[in-house]
Antibody, heavy 127, light 110 residues
Framework: QVQLQESGPGLVKPSETLSLTCTVS??????????WNWIRQPAGKGLEWIGR???????KYNPSLKSRVTISGDTSKNKFSLKLNSVTAADTAVYYC???????????????????WGKGTTVTVSS | QSVLTQPPSVSGAPGQRVTISCTGN?????????VLWYQQVPGTAPKLLIY???NRPSGVPDRFSGSKSGTSASLAITGLQAEDEADYYC??????????FGGGTKVTVL
């Protein structure tokens, strides 16, 4: 059974770079047709998709965050990472990593759902 | 401001039926992209509840059902139970393959 675990500093200073890692166990990040996502949730607010990396290494980012986000994968350690630069207080949130898996529908395996989530890690941006 | 619009809250007594709407547009739900629903109990990660409009992963009770019409989708909970008190999020995609979430709906069991 695949499990995801986020890790990284819980406190980041304004204007600095937020760096988080998601460790994947029970499965490989470079096998299969999976996307590996980062999603965040400010306290008391809704979910915001940050971006994803495919098993091939291709990435896709939320247009509203694209200029500040980098998602990368480390297949040797079976981890993928998030870097968000020039952070402000608005970036304070719980950050989740999640696997996006294909499912069969209408004769194709080209639809996806977020089926495995990490427990989330809280990041506060403050001086 | 989320691209997918949900009511902030709905409530119902135990045993009642409640519905949560998710309104998109012709670039997402109306374009045929699937709608998924997630349940989030406070303090925990979201859990997949419905996929492909009205399919449930194993373990999800059949009192949860989904539907879609035009540019909107809905989640219905029949026979509301105390354990259903949670936040519910719809999710879809846009033509650029970006993941879109609704703003979330808090379900209160009276």
């Amino acid at each position: 059974q695949v499990q995801l675990q986020e890790s990284g500093p819980g406190l980041v200073k304004p204007s600095e770079t937020l760096s988080l890692t998601c460790t994947v166990s029970g499965g490989s990040i470079n096998s299969g047709s999976y996307y590996w996502n980062w999603i965040r949730q400010p306290a008391g607010k809704g979910l915001e998709w940050i971006g994803r990396i495919y098993s091939s290494g291709d990435t896709k980012y939320n247009p509203s965050l694209k200029s500040r986000v980098t998602i990368s994968g480390d297949t040797s350690k079976n981890k993928f990472s998030l870097k968000l630069n020039s952070v402000t207080a608005a970036d304070t949130a719980v950050y989740y990593c999640a696997r996006e898996s294909p499912y069969f529908w209408g004769g194709y395996w080209d639809n996806y759902y977020l089926d495995v989530w990490g427990k989330g890690t809280t990041v506060t941006v403050s001086s | 401001q989320s691209v997918l619009t949900q009511p902030p809250s709905v409530s119902g007594a135990p045993g009642q039926r409640v519905t949560i709407s998710c309104t998109g547009n012709s670039s997402n739900i109306g374009a045929g992209f699937h709608v998924l629903w997630y349940q989030q109990v406070p303090g925990t990660a979201p859990k997949l509840l419905i996929y492909a409009y009205n399919n449930r992963p194993s373990g999800v009770p059949d009192r949860f059902s989904g539907s879609k019409s035009g540019t909107s989708a809905s989640l219905a909970i029949t026979g509301l139970q105390a354990e259903d008190e949670a936040d519910y999020y719809c999710q879809s995609f846009d033509s650029g393959s970006s993941v879109l979430f609704g703003g979330g709906t808090k379900v209160t069991v009276l």
